[in-house]
């Protein structure tokens, strides 16, 4: 990024660690500033280092971040979120401050208060 001159900046799970928010996200978001003639160059490069790119210049009404560039590690059939860990990181870092009997209550809704129990008995 920086030899084709991108500006660009870290974002997304991976900047939440940096404030101790544990994420296990393994794709990477960038803020990414692509001049329309370094997409081709910038895109090669990336798969040259073994990951999959999509940049989205305007976002959309799914992630309205403009300029985000999602980076996501080649290996074969792997989540780009390991949601039981996230889970268990959230839990640990935020615990005392989520309302409890509303995050039960969703878990139950989905079908998912037995991972939740898992979680809580092992942090």
């Given at each position: 990024m920086q030899?084709?001159?991108?500006?660009h900046a870290l974002v997304g799970g991976w900047a939440a660690v940096a404030w101790g928010v544990v994420r296990t996200t393994r794709d990477i978001d960038l803020l990414a500033d692509i001049p329309a003639t370094a997409r081709r160059a910038?895109?090669?490069?990336?798969q040259k280092a073994g990951f999959g790119s999509e940049w989205r210049g305007l976002g959309d009404l799914s992630d309205p971040i403009?300029?985000?560039l999602r980076l996501t590690p080649q290996?074969?059939?792997?989540p780009s979120v390991d949601?039981?860990?996230d889970a268990r990181g959230i839990l640990r870092v935020q615990g005392d401050k989520l309302d409890q009997t509303l995050?039960?209550?969703?878990?139950?809704?989905r079908g998912?208060?037995?991972a939740?129990?898992?979680?809580?008995r092992k942090p």
């Open positions: 030899s084709l001159g991108i500006r910038a895109a090669a490069d990336l403009p300029l985000l290996a074969a059939g792997a949601i039981i860990e995050l039960a209550d969703a878990c139950r809704a998912v208060l037995s939740l129990k898992a979680i809580r």
